[in-house]
């Protein structure tokens, strides 16, 4: 099966600083990549997906972006963060009805 | 629109009392509906997948079925190792390319 590594685990940044999270897939290869937020009490929040190296999508408007440079890398960027950007960042790859989860990143904006 | 609710938000066993979770879905084009553990801090790992109205799957003390509005997770005999959040998710055949769209889950404290 697959396995998803995300880094870092946790991460305070203050307000305005740029921000870079990674994640990289093993054990498959074309993936479905999807970038989600999530807050207490209001689930998972779909962010970015990408179904090919250089293809983004994005869901909601906002302060961040991703990037696929590599089959399996997915990035999620921002050049200056905002206290609303804090939460839990979860890196998914799905194929087919086959769909995992990286361990996460708390980020704490401050 | 594609939504998913789950209930109920909070639910509290002593070991061994057996339960379910609910799950019910409002989806143009069912793909397949994802059962899912999630601890603390951690990221969520995969429990089930399930595809059709009537199918099963069991894993250890989990069992999931699934209806054409609905999903039950069953819990039998529960030990507070079991207690997690679950969420459950459901993907449709249109989207964003096989997006999952998630409940916010059931925080199940399982007391020995």
């Known amino acids: 099966s697959q396995t998803i590594h995300q880094w870092p685990a946790t991460l305070v940044q203050p307000v305005g600083s740029p921000l870079s999270l990674e994640c990289t897939v093993e054990?498959?290869?074309?993936?479905?990549l999807y970038w989600y937020r999530q807050a207490a009490g209001r689930g998972l929040q779909l962010l970015f997906y990408?179904?090919?190296?250089?293809?983004i999508s994005s869901e909601v408007p906002q302060n961040l972006s991703a990037s696929r440079p590599q089959d399996r890398q997915f990035i999620l960027s921002s050049k200056k963060l905002l206290l609303s950007d804090s939460g839990f960042y979860l890196c998914?790859?799905?194929?087919?009805?086959?769909?995992?989860f990286g361990q996460g990143t708390r980020l704490t904006v401050v | 629109e594609d939504q998913v609710t789950q209930s109920p938000e909070a639910l509290r066993l002593q070991e061994g009392e057996s339960s379910s979770l609910n799950c019910s879905y409002t989806?143009?084009?069912?793909?397949?509906l994802f059962w899912y553990r999630q601890d603390p801090g951690k990221g969520p790992e995969f429990l089930f997948t399930?595809?059709?109205a009537g199918e099963e799957k069991e894993k250890e003390r989990l069992k999931a079925t699934l209806t054409k509005k609905e999903s039950f997770l069953h819990i039998t005999a529960p030990k507070p190792e079991d207690s997690a959040t679950y969420l459950c998710?459901?993907?449709?055949?249109?989207?964003?390319?096989?997006?999952?769209?998630f409940g916010k889950g059931t925080k199940l404290s399982v007391k020995p």
């Open positions: 989806v143009s084009g069912l793909r397949g």
């Open positions: 399930l595809y059709s």
């Open positions: 998710a459901v993907q449709n055949y249109g989207g964003s390319q096989g997006n999952l769209i």
């Open positions: 054990g498959t290869s074309n993936p479905n």
């Open positions: 990408s179904v090919g190296i250089g293809q």
């Open positions: 998914a790859s799905v194929g087919g009805t086959e769909a995992f």
